[in-house]
């Protein structure tokens, strides 16, 4: 059973920086692939940046050069550093994780937390 916890989640002004971060098991962190996700009120949920088991990163275009995804192998964590947040970008933000998929469409991703708010006032 795979189990993520999301956390680091709060509210940030616009412009500002939030650095979230998702526990994971050591066979985890390792052996699958890896994914940020955001759903905001009456919205469909959408990748923001994924990162496979050899590290190679993938990101959503209205994030690019703003959001970093990263894992931290020795403390089983994935992170997402997120800069120059936006008020669009306020979500519910959802770690997930697959042993196969490696795409940033949330659509059939096995396992996913329970999320972490993020707000971005402005």
């Known amino acids: 059973q795979v189990q993520l916890m999301e956390s680091g989640g709060g509210s940030v002004q616009a412009g500002g920086s939030l650095r979230l971060s998702c526990l994971a098991s050591?066979?985890?962190?390792?052996?699958?692939?890896m994914g940020w996700f955001r759903q905001a009120p009456g919205k469909e949920r959408e990748g923001v940046a994924i990162?496979?088991?050899?590290?190679?990163?993938r990101y959503a275009d209205s994030v690019q050069g703003r959001f970093t995804v990263s894992k931290d192998n020795a403390h089983n964590t994935l992170y997402l550093q997120m800069n120059s947040l936006k008020p669009e970008e306020t979500a519910m933000y959802y770690c997930a994780a697959d042993y196969a998929r490696y795409s940033l469409d949330q659509g059939s991703w096995t396992y996913w937390g329970q999320g972490t708010q993020v707000t971005v006032s402005s």
């Open positions: 050591s066979y985890t962190i390792r052996n699958y692939n």
């Open positions: 990162i496979d088991r050899y590290g190679v990163t």
